[in-house]
């Protein structure tokens, strides 16, 4: 199974800015979501995005799908120091199994 | 409401020690239950999951075992831990047909 790849590592921004990432994936998926993990706790499930669906939003944040692209992005709009936390992607195979292949995250520092 | 409790928190163990780790869900019947682990700044490495009780898929060859005597029951065992299992093990769960993954608060193991 594939693994995204999360896009930068590292990002450090000023509370009030936005914040985007990005996941890049290589064969086509069923769904493709995004978990927020804070420093040393499990990982929280923040939304899925369908394959036939391009954009959407929970809150401040804002999730596109560009399966043209192989690619998706999470932005998250407007942060705060409480945002700080490592972001992963996990997509699920075309024909493959429900268990989602996790990428090695962005790990966001939003400084207050 | 469903909740995922895993332990214990923390754990140092020496070279060659046995290990047992539980993970239970509340909340929930006929769970699918996964084990993963994380090394440090790196994403998640499935290690076992599981569809049914006794069902026990594992994905990577390695000095580990999981059981699930119990419906909502999921243990990883070793009986002698090398220092390569050192890290961040983490229990999930989801249910049948669906993609999102709920995690527990996860185990930092140790081997010294």
Redesign the interface.
Known sequence: SQ?GEEDPQALSIQEGENATMNCSYKTSI??L?W?RQNS??????LI?IRSNEREKHSGRLRVTLDTSKKSSSLLITASRAADTASY?C?T?DVGGS????????T?LIVHP | SQTIH?WPATLVQPVGSPLSLECTVEGTSNP?L?WYRQAA????Q?LF?SVGIGQISSEVPQNLSASRPQDRQFILSSKKLLLSDSG?Y?C?W?GT??????????T?LTVT
């Open positions: 693994q069923n769904n979501q978990y040393g706790r499990g990982l929280v499930h899925l992963f996990a699920d429900y268990i989602p292949t996790f990428g090695r995250g790990s | 895993q699918n996964y700044g790196r994403g998640l499935l999951y961040f983490l999930a989801t047909g669906v993609y999102e993954q709920y995690f527990g608060p996860g930092r």
